[in-house]
């Protein structure tokens, strides 16, 4: 097992600095590139209480936490948002509200901006309201523009997010001119991360390297004329980079995530590895899961590095990258991440790459997230 002091500090200095709490899997879109569980329907009546997800946050401060962003599925389907805001704010937690904008109505942002709310980061897929729909699989463009009206309106500094795939790409440019036209403080335009529902729909979903380049070259020049108008956060998929992101800073380094049921993880994905030991807030304290629970020690640190990582000079930048994008596309999270070209399983990478770099000669359709699309047997398979 290794020991928690081996490349813990980082600028954390081994404190769950990030808190992210899932309040909810419940969610009113159908986007086919869903974060949550490929069975999330399954927590929607284990969801904490209130005051549990008061106590999270009380424990979470204990420990070190500076900020909590509250997100799902959609966070806004929980009627006592406005209360946990108001609470982290009482024990000096900086708060986040990660959404996407339906249901954000003016009376619950005055709502949440007088709880204490510090900052929104409002999710929108397209400047045009038929691509906005159809990916997200609702009627909700004109909600997410009202959203961000409202944002603006009230004061708050907003980070706009963009998820891009093949289908959007494109409209990179587009996106940023309305960003900077809204007075967005930050745009985020990040292309897609490919876990549970991405990665089911990645053939369709995952752009080519050259959209990704042309793209790229769109945000430099955006760069170069807004200058510090607007900070522009432009995030390859590291499918295209040969060296894995430092996902979270490293396992169980400063990143703590809550599901709805209370269970406890080092990132929002890492339920779906296998083999794993999860406990919830409602059997154990947080600061023994932090510390002592054979989950997060787990990955965390150097010790546990498997070759080439473990003699890498550049171990202590990426700490052998994500241990999910490790199972899932080897089928062990011990191994070294793919998106490496070092990896010796770096070779499934390539072959996403040059499939995306190929004409789609047909499309499938995507598979959207909703209740029971995916049944138990599709997901053991």
Request: hydrophobic share 40%; aromatic share 8%; with cysteine.
């Amino acid at each position: 097992m290794p020991k928690e002091s081996a490349g813990v500090s980082l600028d954390g200095q081994g404190k769950p600095l990030w808190l992210a709490l899932e309040l909810t899997y419940r969610c009113p879109l159908k986007c086919s590139w869903c974060s949550n569980p490929l069975n999330f329907e399954n927590y929607a009546a284990l969801e904490l209480s209130t005051d549990e997800w008061r106590r999270v946050m009380r424990e979470a401060r204990a420990l070190g936490s500076l900020q909590v962003g509250f997100t799902g599925g959609e966070p806004l389907q929980r009627r006592d948002l406005e209360q946990l805001v108001a609470y982290a704010e009482e024990i000096g937690l900086y708060s986040n509200l990660i959404t996407s904008g339906v249901g954000l109505t003016e009376e619950r942002l005055i709502a949440l901006k007088q709880a204490g709310l510090k900052q929104i980061q409002l999710s929108l897929q397209s400047t045009e309201a038929a691509l906005t729909d159809e990916l997200v699989g609702a009627k909700a463009h004109a909600l997410k523009l009202e959203a961000a009206r409202l944002i603006k309106a009230h004061g708050f500094p907003m980070v706009l997010n963009m998820p891009v795939g093949r289908q959007n790409i494109s409209q990179v440019g587009a996106m940023i001119e309305y960003a900077a036209g809204l007075g967005a403080e930050y745009l985020e335009l990040a292309n897609l991360q490919y876990y549970n529902w991405a990665l089911i729909n990645r053939e369709e979903l995952m752009p080519s390297l050259e959209q990704v380049r042309a793209a790229e070259a769109v945000v430099q020049d955006w760069r170069a004329r807004l200058g510090k108008k607007m900070a522009i956060y432009y995030v390859i998929p590291d499918y295209y980079e040969d060296r894995p992101k430092a996902c979270m800073n490293g396992w169980g380094a400063i990143h703590l995530t809550i599901a709805p049921d209370g269970v406890a993880m080092p990132c929002q994905e890492s339920r779906m590895i296998p083999g794993l030991e999860f406990v919830s807030v409602r059997d154990q304290p947080l600061d023994w899961i932090w510390h002592e629970s054979p989950l997060f020690r787990k990955y965390r640190g150097l010790d546990w590095l498997p070759e080439p990582c473990r003699t890498c000079d550049e171990r202590e930048k990426d700490f052998g990258g994500c241990r999910c994008q490790a199972f899932l596309l080897t089928g062990d999270a011990g191994n070294t991440d793919p998106a490496c070209s070092k990896s010796p399983h770096h070779h499934l990478i390539q072959a996403a790459v040059q499939a995306a770099a190929q004409p789609i000669r047909f499309h499938k359709p995507l598979v959207r997230r909703a209740n029971g699309v995916m049944s138990t047997a599709f997901m053991e398979e």
